[in-house]
Nanobody, 122 residues
Framework: VQLQASGGGLAQAGGSLTLSCTAS????????LGWFRQAPGKEREFVAA????????YYADSVKGRFTISRDNAKNTVYLQMNSLKPEDTAVYYC????????????????WGQGTLVTVSS
């Protein structure tokens, strides 16, 4: 599985950004795709995930109501729409694919894209 993430950049607090993750290399019907982030000096943390087959979504409490994860089956692409951004959202964001039932931990994912940097200024 290959994952290509894009869409990071600089935003002001309260602003919006949309990240994209395009996947290739297998049939994703049994997979979940997740977004994680890692701020300097901190561990990688779960942000959001979506089950490719059923479309069920999951969010970290810190982003619930502000971020939306979605998928485009035809494009094999998962999006993370980030609204009402806060300076604490600043991090490198990674997309990942996995088959495990538990979607909120790093170890559930076995394929990772390169990170994309999101910087939110106050």
């Amino acid at each position: 599985v290959q994952l290509q993430a894009s869409g990071g950049g600089l935003a002001q607090a309260g602003g919006s950004l949309t990240l994209s993750c395009t996947a290739s290399g297998c049939t994703f019907s049994d997979h979940a795709l997740g977004w994680f982030r890692q701020a300097p000096g901190k561990e990688r943390e779960f942000v959001a995930a979506i089950r490719w087959g059923g479309g069920d979504t999951y969010y970290a409490d810190s982003v619930k109501g502000r971020f939306t994860i979605s998928r485009d089956n035809a494009k094999n692409t998962v999006y993370l729409q980030m609204n009402s951004l806060k300076p604490e959202d600043t991090a490198v964001y990674y997309c990942a694919a996995g088959l495990a039932d538990t979607l909120v931990v790093v170890t559930s994912y076995d394929s990772w894209g390169q990170g994309t940097l999101v910087t939110v200024s106050s």
